[in-house]
């Protein structure tokens, strides 16, 4: 009988807490975090090329972020100075171009042990960025959870320890991983979630067009 009261208690407790759960309201957020009507974050999800979301379950409700897969924007002097800080720690920053790739730890994405199908650990990734520009590259990672399935034996993985490329650039947890390539006044171009190797082949090469642009406008 005791048994039987136990399992009773249990199973009311779970179910109440399904119903809190279940009773928790949706809120829903632009990519610059504010609050938007259910109205507007559909209409943007429907843009599935452009809009993405990721789903935060809180203590007070269920929030559903929008954020833009391709983000284009620019580093305030303060911020790309305290970029420049991070990164230099991890190596030299000794060209215009500066190529990042980022490891949020273990999601749904990331959660498996075949890495092969990621073209950017493959060789003709840097061949091919060696034909475009001279370049600095990152590997920076959250949390390692998982990142052993992501040859650290052949790739200089660095931790952010101080969460300041996330806080910068990475503002929340993207799926899978991100890029960001940036350039030495702070324009950055980023794949937020799962992106192929070829979006950042594009992305240096408008970059290395926008700076060779600005090069030519100093002799006029």
């Known amino acids: 009988m005791r048994n039987i009261l136990h ?3 249990l199973v009311l407790t779970i ?8 009773s928790k309201p949706e809120k829903y957020y632009n990519v610059n975090f504010q609050l938007i009507s259910k109205d507007e974050f559909e209409k943007s999800v429907k843009k599935e090329t452009v809009f993405s979301y990721t789903q935060y379950n809180l203590e007070d409700q269920t929030a559903k972020i929008l954020y833009k897969r391709k983000t284009i924007g620019k580093l305030n002097k303060q911020e790309l100075s305290l970029l420049k800080k991070e990164l230099s720690k991890n190596g030299p920053l000794e060209n215009e171009i500066t190529i990042l790739i980022f490891y949020p730890g273990k ?16 060789t003709e990734y840097k061949n091919k960025l060696d034909r475009i ?3 600095n590259h990152f590997w920076i990672y959250k949390t390692d959870e998982d990142l052993k399935y992501y040859h650290p034996e052949k790739i200089n993985w660095k931790k952010d320890n101080d969460k300041v490329i996330e806080k910068l650039l990475f503002k929340m947890h993207y799926p899978c991983f991100s890029s960001a390539v940036i350039d030495s006044n702070g324009n950055y171009r ?31």
Do not use: G, P
């Open 190 to 220: 980023l794949n937020l979630a799962e992106f192929a190797t070829d979006q950042i082949i594009e992305d240096v090469k408008a970059m290395k067009k926008n700076i060779a642009k600005k090069s030519n406008n100093l002799y006029y």
């Open 7 to 9: 399992l009773l208690i």
């Open 15 to 22: 179910s109440f807490q399904t119903v809190i759960s279940q």
């Open 107 to 122: 999601d749904e994405c990331n959660n498996r042990s075949d890495s092969l199908s990621i073209d950017f650990f493959r």
């Open 133 to 135: 520009a001279k370049y």
